[in-house]
């Protein structure tokens, strides 16, 4: 017998409760995803800081309030996932007072939000991306678009003229960390601060097997920092130190296994291969001090930057999608 002849399945979106957006208020949409989890997901599915901003916002009035019942909060750039436990707090009561925490959220204008810069060394275009794709085209695909040079795709895929100047863009930039654990071990799922050298870039297709730990990769409008050896999907531009301390040995690593927390900016530095197996080394003995400022996110400065900036921004943006649709022939 066929049971699905005797039930009747209706497709569902799984919203639990809405926020229609209004001055200062994007719309919000809470959906039950699973069995102890919501998903708030907020306005619609862009990159727009003030969304991340306003997660922040959210996940520390959460947190202060100290509610029975929750369990975790997940982050992303525009949602936040949160599990709960049914048997200490019931869905519908969860709904009541998230909707109540959005109504009473201050001002994202007024908020100043600790935010660290940290410089991190980076060899581009180095050996060990290379070996990577080596081994890529050696086990799994032979030929494509972005093989046998990630750089130079990166650079067809946003009209820029070769691999030099996808580094001057790649360095010209801050990282805000908008994300953590985007693959695992605290990576960080970071965006470019200056849209003006914002590359945007597909993933492999298929994914890798194998990418050297500290590797780092653009994929989408984001970057990433490889923690550990693992598979991977990111176009390999090259590679800094590690993200990742187990046994929390450096003081950059007093607080938690990562080196990355949330909104922390990320200045990457050229050095040279030779350079950077040094500094690895440093690290790996524990005679390697980290470079990280104290500093501050305030998107309402933020935002004025944006506006300061919008006709070159929208330049870069429109080149970009005229060249990616050429550059992804044969994907």
Known sequence: MNISNLIEIKKSDAVIATIDDGPNQPRVVYRMAGSDCILIEYGDITLDLNLRVRIYLLEEAINSMQIEGIMELTPGLCSVLIQYDGLKLKMNRLIEILKLIEKNLPNLEEVE?????VHLPIALHD?????????????????????PDNIEFVA??????????????????????????????????????????????????????????????????FLCIYPMESPGGYQLVGRTLPIWNTWQT??????????????????????????LIEIREKVRLNQYSFNIEEDTFKIKDYNKFLDSIKDESESF???????????????
């Not at 939000?113 to 810069?117: T, V, W």
């Not at 450096?250 to 530095?269: G, H, Q, S, T, V």
Request: proline letters at 6%; aromatic letters at 12%.
């Open 156 to 221: 067809k895929a946003n009209g820029l003229s070769g691999a030099d100047e996808v580094i001057r863009y790649f360095l010209s930039t801050e990282y805000l960390v908008i994300g953590l654990g985007d693959v695992y071990l605290g990576a960080p799922c970071a965006v470019p601060l200056d849209p003006r050298y914002r590359m945007v870039v597909p993933k492999y297709n298929p994914a890798r097997t194998w990418t050297a730990e500290g590797t780092v990769g653009l994929g989408g409008a």
């Open 250 to 275: 450096n003081k950059a690593f007093k607080e938690a296994p990562w080196l990355l927390r949330f909104f922390d900016k990320i200045k990457f530095e050229q050095v040279s291969e030779d350079e």
């Open 127 to 147: 050996r060990w991306s290379d070996e990577a794709v080596q081994k890529y085209m050696g086990s799994i695909r032979k030929s494509g678009p972005y093989l």
């Open 317 to 331: 943006r429109d080149k970009r999608e005229r060249a990616l649709k050429n550059a992804i022939i044969g994907y």
């Open 113 to 117: 939000i600790p935010s660290r810069r």
